[in-house]
């Protein structure tokens, strides 16, 4: 019997594989047409780490694709994975958004925040016990 993936799992997953496809994408591109985009383009999906270059991209890309991945098989390790990493992500946003408060960039300040508010949802949501409840089925289940 297989376990039921809450709605608000797939959603976080398609969040993960959809931001896996587009740094595999600009990783892809950078590797192979290094002028044709600026390293910055994924500032806000890597925030900071994209000025490692192309490999920084494709290494993000394979981490953000298989918590993606997991996530859809419910699998804890990917719960977990999705937390941390969202959780991470909070914190190196909170340099831009300051930054935006002290420099009057109300651009950067909303997009900062934005990022901060999605990544604390999908982080919130993950810990819940309910959905905590769902993976643990699925362990259960096999």
Do not use: C
């Not at 290094?34 to 383009?41: A, G, Q």
Request: net charge positive; glycine share 10%.
């Amino acid at each position: 019997m297989k376990a039921e993936r809450p709605a608000g799992v797939t959603a976080v997953a398609v969040i993960f594989l959809l931001t896996g496809g587009l740094l595999l994408v600009l990783g892809l591109t950078r590797l192979t047409y290094p002028e044709t985009i600026p390293l910055f383009i994924a500032a806000p999906v890597l925030t900071g780490l994209e000025v490692w270059g192309p490999w920084m991209f494709l290494t993000a890309a394979a981490v953000t694709a298989l918590i993606g991945w997991g996530l859809l098989r419910l699998k804890n390790w990917a719960r977990r994975a999705g937390v941390i990493v969202a959780l991470a992500g909070v914190v190196m946003l909170i340099p831009r958004v300051s930054n935006g408060v002290f420099d009057l960039r109300f651009s950067e300040l909303a997009w900062g925040g934005l990022g901060i508010i999605i990544r604390v949802a999908v982080a919130w949501y993950l810990w819940q016990s309910r959905v905590g409840e769902a993976f643990q089925r699925s362990l259960n289940a096999h």
